[in-house]
């Protein structure tokens, strides 16, 4: 079973900077893709960025030239480095991997933008 955990989330103001990590528990290049997904109160989860085994990325409109996802095969581990937060950047943020047309996901960690 494959367990991802999630860490490096926290409070920072406006204009700053977060670097989210997600462990998985086996080898990330076996997965299909993994991305990161986030939800605001209110709201329905969303995209936020995803990296494929092939090394292709994708993000949504708002976050692009701000987040960079990228991965670590040997820590078996995916990053997502948030710059230029926003207040509208705050939210639950999820990490998910998909292997064998099974999602997985974390247990999410709180990014808060204060402005």
């Known amino acids: 079973q494959v367990q991802l955990v999630e860490s490096g989330g926290g409070l920072v103001q406006a204009g700053g900077s977060l670097r989210l990590s997600c462990a998985a528990s086996?080898?990330?290049?076996?997965?299909?893709?993994m991305g990161w997904y986030r939800q605001a109160p209110g709201k329905q989860r969303g995209l936020v960025a995803v990296?494929?085994?092939?090394?292709?990325?994708n993000y949504a409109d708002s976050v692009k030239g701000r987040f960079t996802i990228s991965r670590d095969n040997d820590k078996n581990t995916v990053y997502l480095q948030m710059n230029s937060l926003k207040s509208e950047d705050t939210a639950v943020y999820y990490c998910?991997?998909?292997?064998?047309?099974?999602?997985?996901w974390g247990q999410g960690t709180q990014v808060t933008v204060s402005s």
């Open positions: 998910n991997a998909n292997l064998n047309l099974n999602d997985y």
């Open positions: 086996g080898s990330i290049f076996s997965f299909n893709a």
């Open positions: 990296i494929r085994r092939s090394g292709y990325t």
